[in-house]
């Protein structure tokens, strides 16, 4: 076996280990600890950037290496990366817990690159439970008011139960095929989708990525999630494990490729349902947090217009799009724990008079908000444009045109939030300092977004090789 | 022929289960019954996996180790809820869901 196979995976093992022995010590010291959590996940962008090229499979063919995969991974640990500079003030959690907040960070994201890798039904399940798991500890690690455990165990109850009934699901799909290797599942897909317990089975089995995903039967969790859980445990769910169930519900429907008519209507219309009620009632939120939470819930929607096109164009627009979210929402989210330094849940009207105080942060508030409404000339109006592309080509008008006018909505709600940081003031909200590094990573990320908005075609190549591999 | 040598029993017994596990999250109130439920789940797919390996499968070993691993899985969860749970016991002085509604909107 070739290690650098599994090169990514084994130093974030490694790493997970380090951080277990930090928190295994008698003296606390937060500082010594973020200096090392920050050498290791930057030494983790380098890993998996090496690892990038590698293919092949392991352990009896129920894991897969492929460009694939190893594009999500590196965006898993860019995410990781991200979430770790912005935690160089984890206000809300007690210092003696820093060093487990680092470690679970670190399980969570190795959960995820095994799911992004995973071609076998006890794989994805074990990898699924093991980056769930940890989040269900992060969520409550908060130290709060009570709404913290409240949000943990809300997120644990409705995570444990649509990971029972996807297992419940696989039962079927494996009783029906009589395998647990997609290789062998999805080529059967069309007699199964017609005969009913294998319809069943498949509609049970999504619950638990649609979970991840909060795609509207299974989006409850979401905004009591996101406002309880610290900043930046929030940040983590709302671009690591978006991207991961991005890349799993590709990688189901991509070997598939022969759902049918039916499936592809089911997803037409959770997808319309998605993004409406996202929008609409992120319209009426006051905590930034809830609001982007909704905001996800709608994206969600979106990147089911790319999946459910099942063509390799809607594919490359989704790979896209999930790598354009995860810096645009990244960005969004650094202003929030930047701006709210001592942890609290951000109120909209606690942004007045930004450009003042932060004129950097307010900056780049602007440019992530713009870019996860889709105006041009950001990453995110170029993904959205692939998206709806790729759906008109196949004919889905309605879904296009449904997908525009959520646009229009949620623009208006994100003009919200920058008309409080623009246009009102409050005298009492003193200037906000920001440090060198932020600096840089402000920079980065404003020319992240806009630099392959305008120039995306070399994203646009990678995804195109990406999905050559798994299709 | 014994109907218990017939795949249809067990499916039947097990999506009972699932129904009752279901019927138990959306119906109780209390954190740990609804625990115990998401538990009958996660048995009643077991019991999926062990009967469609009995009667069904080319390879005899399959769903064995499927419901071997699914039991260590729900233990690290029972493990992870009931944590949360006594952490939630001590912030609210009870374990009733219909306490935890400090998150609206």
């Known amino acids: 076996m070739n290690v650098m196979l599994f090169g990514p995976e084994l130093y974030y093992l490694g790493a997970a280990l380090v951080f277990f022995l930090l928190s295994l010590k008698r003296r606390v010291e937060p500082k010594a600890d973020y200096q090392i959590a920050l050498a290791l996940a930057m030494g983790g962008l380098v890993v998996t950037g090496l690892c990038l090229c590698q293919q092949g499979e392991l352990f009896f063919k129920a894991y897969r290496v492929d460009l694939f995969s190893q594009i999500f991974k590196f965006a898993l640990a860019l995410a990781f990366f991200f979430v770790l500079t912005i935690s160089h003030n984890l206000a809300h959690i007690e210092e003696r817990y820093h060093a487990e907040f680092y470690l679970f960070l670190t399980t969570t994201t190795i959960g995820m690159m095994m799911l992004v890798s995973s071609v076998e039904l006890l794989t994805i399940y074990v990898s699924l439970e093991l980056s769930s798991y940890s989040l269900y500890i992060l969520v409550p690690l908060r130290r709060g008011d009570g709404i913290d455990v409240e949000a943990g165990i809300k997120y644990l109850l409705i995570g444990a139960v649509s990971s029972g009934v996807m297992l419940f699901g696989l039962s079927y799909l494996f009783g029906a095929t009589g395998s647990t290797y997609l290789v062998d599942i999805l080529p059967k897909l069309p007699q199964l989708v017609a005969s009913p317990i294998g319809l069943l089975g498949l509609l049970l089995a999504l619950a638990g990525f649609f979970f991840k995903l909060s795609v509207f039967p299974f989006h409850f969790w979401a905004p009591d999630v996101y406002q309880g859980a610290a900043n930046q445990v929030t940040t983590f769910i709302a671009t690591a494990s978006k991207a991961a169930a991005v890349a799993l519900l590709l990688r189901l429907v991509a070997l598939g490729a022969g759902y049918g008519y039916g499936f592809a209507q089911a997803l037409v219309i959770l997808s319309i349902i998605s993004m409406t009620l996202g929008n609409l009632v992120a319209i009426i939120q006051r905590d930034f947090k809830r609001l982007l939470a909704y905001s996800s819930i709608a994206h969600a929607g979106y990147f089911l217009i790319g999946i459910l096109t099942m063509k390799e164009a809607g594919y490359i627009a989704a790979i896209y799009y999930a790598l354009a979210y995860l810096v645009m929402n990244f960005t969004v989210f650094m202003v929030i724990s930047e701006v709210a330094k001592d942890g609290r849940d951000l109120k909209i009207q606690e942004l007045a008079g930004l450009w003042r105080r932060s004129p950097l942060l307010s900056l780049s508030l602007i440019v992530g908000l713009f870019a996860l409404a889709g105006v041009p000339p950001s990453i995110g109006f170029t993904g959205k444009l692939l998206l709806f592309t790729s759906a008109m080509s196949q004919g889905y008008f309605w879904l296009v045109l449904i997908g525009a006018v959520n646009g229009t909505i949620s623009l208006y709600y994100y003009l919200r939030v920058i008309y409080a940081s623009y246009f009102t003031d409050d005298p009492s909200l003193g200037p906000i300092t920001v440090s060198t590094p932020i600096r840089v990573l402000n920079y980065a990320l404003i020319a992240i977004v806009l630099g392959f908005g305008v120039f995306p075609d070399r994203i646009v190549e990678l995804a195109k090789a990406a999905v050559k591999t798994v299709l | ?105």
């Open chain 2, 1 to 105: 022929m014994l109907v218990f040598n017939q795949l249809e029993t067990y499916l039947y017994l097990a999506l009972l289960l699932f129904a009752i596990g279901l019927y138990g999250v959306l119906a109780r109130r209390s954190l740990i019954a609804i625990l115990i439920s998401v538990e009958l789940i996660l048995n009643a797919a077991s019991i999926n996996f062990m009967a469609f390996n009995r009667f069904l499968a080319p390879h005899p070993a399959v769903g064995q180790v499927i419901a071997l691993f699914i039991m260590a899985v729900a233990a690290a969860e029972a493990a992870i809820a009931l944590s949360i749970i006594v952490a939630v016991y001590r912030k609210l002085k009870s374990i009733n869901i219909e306490h935890a509604t400090e998150l609206r909107g």
